[in-house]
């Protein structure tokens, strides 16, 4: 099932594809399951849209961690029409993402404010949360997701070699199942001169009108330095790589 949503509806996410990860061309099955480590980071990106007429603005995401051992993974956008603050409190075991609260705030001019929240209870097997003013409760999957800790998993994942990946994600108030793929290696145009880079794509039903491809650098650990998202009426959503700032 598909789980972005049209603009007619809600401003796209740029937060769902601001992937700042790490990604493995050719490995073996054992380095695949070698246990990785978390790096504290902040990155800056570019975030423009174009329905008829340009609007940018800048994205920023922290990844840190916090006294309790848990992580806080958080994206904030601020643009012309609209800003987003989204965030989640994560554990790091065993090379996955293990969800423990998730928030999402969208406001801005001339759109409709939207908030979202997931809050993943391990031990009672249950997801409970509020989607578009109504509370809902889910049981949880083994692996289950939010649309955030989606996003570090798959960079995770692609940093030890995977190149086909499908997740279990509590996206609303319901599962969708995504999954992504590495397609290409290609040479991109960055400020810094041409970089050679790993391009990656969400797949979709073949009879989709939505694409969303991601470009990720060996050469910079593997950033993302690209995205680009195409809705099914013609509008563009893209985000480079400003500056980054990983490790503390």
Do not use: C
Not at 39 to 59: H, Q, R
Not at 200 to 228: G, N
């Amino acid at each position: 099932m598909d789980s972005y949503r049209t603009p007619a509806k809600t401003l796209p996410r740029f937060t769902a594809w601001l992937l700042v990860v790490s990604a493995g061309a050719l490995t073996t099955a054992a380095h695949a399951e070698q246990q990785t480590e978390l790096l504290p980071y902040e990155v800056t990106y570019t975030a423009s849209m174009n329905k008829g007429v340009a609007i940018d603005g800048t994205a920023t995401r922290t990844l840190s961690p916090r006294e309790d051992g848990t992580w806080l993974y958080r994206t904030k956008v601020d643009s012309f029409i609209a800003d987003i603050d989204e965030s989640l409190v994560l554990r790091w075991q065993n090379n996955r993402v293990i969800p423990i609260r998730y928030r999402y705030r969208l406001s801005g001019f001339l759109i409709r404010d939207r908030k979202e929240s997931i809050n993943f209870d391990w031990e009672s097997g249950k997801a409970t949360g509020e989607y578009k003013n109504k509370d809902f409760t889910l049981d949880l999957e083994d692996g289950a997701l939010d649309p955030l800790g989606l996003q570090l998993q798959l960079s995770q994942d692609i940093k030890r070699g995977q190149k086909d990946m499908t997740y279990r994600v509590i996206d609303g108030n319901r599962y969708d199942t995504d999954r992504f793929a590495i397609i290409d290696q290609e040479p991109l145009d960055t400020s810094n001169g041409s970089t050679l880079t790993l391009k990656a794509e969400k797949i979709r039903e073949e009879d989709s009108k939505r694409e969303t491809l991601m470009w990720f650098a060996p050469e910079r650990d593997y950033l993302l330095i690209q995205l680009r998202q195409v809705e099914p009426d013609g509008s563009t959503y893209q985000l480079r790589l400003t500056q980054s700032e990983v490790g503390g």
